[in-house]
C-alpha cells in the first residue's frame, strides 16, 4: 500500500499556526520525520557538548526521533515540549517503554519549569519554522524579533549556570547569530557546520559566558534601523527537508 501523502500547506506561513500542525501529525502520527538530517548526521558535534546525567529540553520535538536516539545512546533525562497536542500524545505512546523520555505540551514562550531546571536546551528546527513569514532576514519584523526574544529569554531562565543552549539550523552566523548575541541571555556564543553538499549549522550558547566583541556587535545591530539594500547571498536549495520549509532561506 502506497504510505499516505505527507501534508503541505498553501502558503509557507501555516508552518506557523498549531492547526497545521495537529492536522499533520493526525496524518502522521508518531512516524519519526527529521529536519536537517538525523542524529547520525551531527552526533559528534552535538555529543560534544553532552555530558552523561544531564537534565535535557528539547524545545518543538515534533515527531523527530531525535530524543529516542539520544536515550538508547545513554541520556535518560529528556524533557520533550511540543504546543501540539496531538504529536505529544503520539509521541507518549511510541515511547512509552523508554521511562527517562518526558512529554507536555507547553509553548516555548510560557515555559512553565522552574529557573535553572536544565544542564542543556535543545531546538532543532523549531526556531527556523516560526520565522518562517521573514522576507528579508537583513531586516527582520518586530514581530518576529520579539517571538524569538519570548524564547530565548525562556531558554536562558531555565538552563543553570554553565548550562548548554543547542541550536541546530540552516541559518547562516550573519542571520542567527545576531538574534542569540544579547547581552541579557548571559551567555557565550560558538558555532559549528555540518554536513556535506550542503553545511547546516550547530549554535553552542554557554550560560555565565561572555560574548566575543565581534559577537556583541552583531547583537547590537539587530537593533538599528531597517536598512534600505541589504546584502545579497547565493541560494543552495537542499532536498527532502521540507523544501525548505516550503522554500524559504533563514
Not at 186 to 200: L, M, P
Not at 201 to 209: I, Q
Amino acid at each position: 500500500m502506497e504510505a499516505p501523502r505527507r501534508q503541505r500547506p498553501a502558503s509557507n506561513a501555516r508552518y506557523r499556526e498549531r492547526g497545521f500542525w495537529d492536522a499533520r501529525y493526525e496524518q502522521e502520527g508518531a512516524e519519526p520525520t527529521e529536519w536537517f538530517g538525523g542524529l547520525e548526521s551531527f552526533r559528534e558535534q552535538l555529543e560534544a557538548e553532552l555530558k552523561p546525567g544531564d537534565r535535557i529540553l528539547v524545545l518543538g520535538c515534533g515527531n523527530s526521533a531525535l530524543s529516542y536516539d539520544l536515550f538508547q545512546l545513554g541520556y535518560t533525562d529528556i524533557t520533550n515540549i511540543d504546543y501540539s497536542a496531538v504529536c505529544i500524545a503520539s509521541m507518549r505512546d511510541r515511547y512509552a517503554h523508554c521511562s527517562g523520555l518526558h512529554w507536555a505540551v507547553m509553548d516555548a514562550r510560557f515555559l512553565t519549569f522552574m529557573d535553572g531546571s536544565f544542564d542543556v536546551v535543545l531546538e532543532k528546527g523549531f526556531l527556523d519554522s516560526i520565522m518562517v513569514e521573514e522576507k528579508d532576514l537583513w531586516n527582520v519584523s518586530q514581530e518576529a524579533k520579539i517571538l524569538l526574544d519570548q524564547v530565548l529569554t525562556e531558554v536562558a531562565r531555565v538552563l543553570q549556570p554553565r548550562g548548554r543552549f543547542i541550536s541546530i539550523t540552516f541559518a547562516q552566523p550573519h542571520f542567527r547569530k545576531r538574534h542569540y548575541a544579547q547581552r541579557a541571555y548571559n551567555w557565550s556564543i560558538q558555532h559549528i557546520s555540518y554536513g556535506r553538499d550542503f553545511h547546516y549549522f550547530l549554535y553552542v550558547m554557554k550560560k555565565g559566558g561572555a560574548l566575543s566583541p565581534s559577537d556583541l556587535a552583531l547583537g547590537q545591530s539587530l537593533h538599528r534601523h531597517p536598512s534600505s539594500s541589504s546584502p545579497v547571498f547565493s541560494s543552495l536549495q537542499e532536498p527532502d527537508c521540507e523544501n525548505y520549509l516550503f522554500n524559504i532561506q533563514l
